[in-house]
């Protein structure tokens, strides 16, 4: 089954401790990017990747990093979480920008 | 900054009118345009994509795109009840996707 996965699906956390939130997609699809999604702010994109290696920023990159040494994976990596950072985030990858499939979500709680 | 705006309702029909959602944007150098559905507590799914000016139908939705005046839209024909969700309003221009903040809309039976 063609699917985005991300782990854990839900997190509760502490200031300052660094954690990763895993993505990973079975289509061999070329772009991937991380999302956060906030009510009353949408969806907002915090990096994406054209392929391995390749990395850009989003619109709200601050405070996450993220790499894409596999075609398959791309982790979202929060080096010191804040409570701000507090959001439902999802991963999403698709073989050409017009059709994003979408993980099923990483609800992350920073306190 | 890309902007993308959606009255965020709710938007409330009957069960059997056609629901219409509206987006506007600001960027005009925007190439594509999506539709996406979110149920609660879902991740969005893809409805439809345009490009070109004009109306594009699929089934019972039909996306129509005015670049002139920059908006896009998405009529929902026959609505049902299980239509009611959140529908998002993205544009590409570039390599980024940009989403408005969605329109929330009621079926009623």
């Known amino acids: 089954e063609a699917q985005v996965t991300q782990n854990p699906r839900y997190l509760i956390t502490v200031t300052g401790k660094k954690l990763t939130v895993t993505c990973s997609q079975n289509m061999n699809h070329e772009y991937m990017s991380w999302y956060r999604q906030d009510p009353g702010l949408g969806l907002r994109q915090i990096y994406y990747s054209m392929n391995v290696e390749v990395t850009d920023k989003g619109d709200v990159p601050e405070g996450y990093k993220v790499s894409r040494k596999e075609k398959r994976n791309f982790p979202l990596i929060l080096e010191s979480p804040s409570p701000n950072q507090t959001s439902l985030y999802f991963c999403a990858s698709s073989s050409k920008r017009n059709e994003q499939f979408f993980g099923p979500g990483t609800r992350l709680t920073v306190l | 900054q890309k902007e993308v705006e959606q009255n965020s309702g709710p938007l409330s029909v009957p069960e059997g009118a056609i629901a219409s959602l509206n987006c506007t944007y600001s960027d005009r150098g925007s190439q594509s345009f999506f539709w996406y559905r979110q149920y609660s507590g879902k991740s969005p799914e893809l409805i439809m994509f345009?490009?070109?000016?004009g109306d594009k139908e699929d089934g019972r939705f039909t996306a129509q795109l005015n670049k002139a005046s920059q908006y896009v839209s998405l009529l929902i024909r026959d609505s049902q009840p299980s239509d009611s969700a959140t529908y998002l309003c993205a544009l590409l221009a570039g390599n980024m996707l940009t989403f408005g903040g969605g329109t929330r809309l009621m079926v009623k039976p």
């Open positions: 345009i490009y070109s000016n």
